[in-house]
């Protein structure tokens, strides 16, 4: 079966970095549209960012845009976000999700999910 396993949350202070991982089994990450979703204590899941799986192009929410990095390694079946110039309002539980064909940007759109990372962003 599908797992997505999320790894690299953790306590960082503003301006720092992070990189999240998410190691793909029973699905190979170049063949599907992999997400990135975060959700902050009392708030919707929200879309961060994208790569599609046959150009692979990215995709932004325009609030990390220029700070977050999507990337993928074939070999290692594993998609990354490296996140830099954190702010507080980053803190939240990372997601990375998996489907087929487009990239959309709608939670609901996306059947494959891992267990989550904590981040922490403090000033």
């Known amino acids: 079966q599908v797992q997505l396993v999320e790894s690299g949350g953790g306590w960082v202070q503003v301006g720092g970095s992070l990189r999240l991982s998410c190691a793909a089994s029973g699905l190979t990450v170049s063949s599907r549209t992999m997400g990135w979703f975060r959700q902050a204590p009392g708030k919707e899941r929200e879309f961060v960012a994208g790569i599609r799986w046959s150009d692979p192009s990215t995709y932004y929410a325009e609030s990390v845009k220029g700070r977050f990095t999507v990337s993928r390694d074939n070999a290692k079946n594993t998609v990354y976000l490296q996140m830099n110039s954190l702010k507080p309002e980053d803190t939240a539980v990372y997601y990375c999700?998996?489907?087929?064909?487009?990239?959309?940007?709608?939670?609901?759109?996306?059947?494959?999910w891992g267990q989550g990372t904590q981040v922490v962003v403090s000033s």
């Open positions: 999700a998996a489907k087929r064909n487009q990239l959309l940007v709608q939670s609901t759109d996306y059947p494959y």
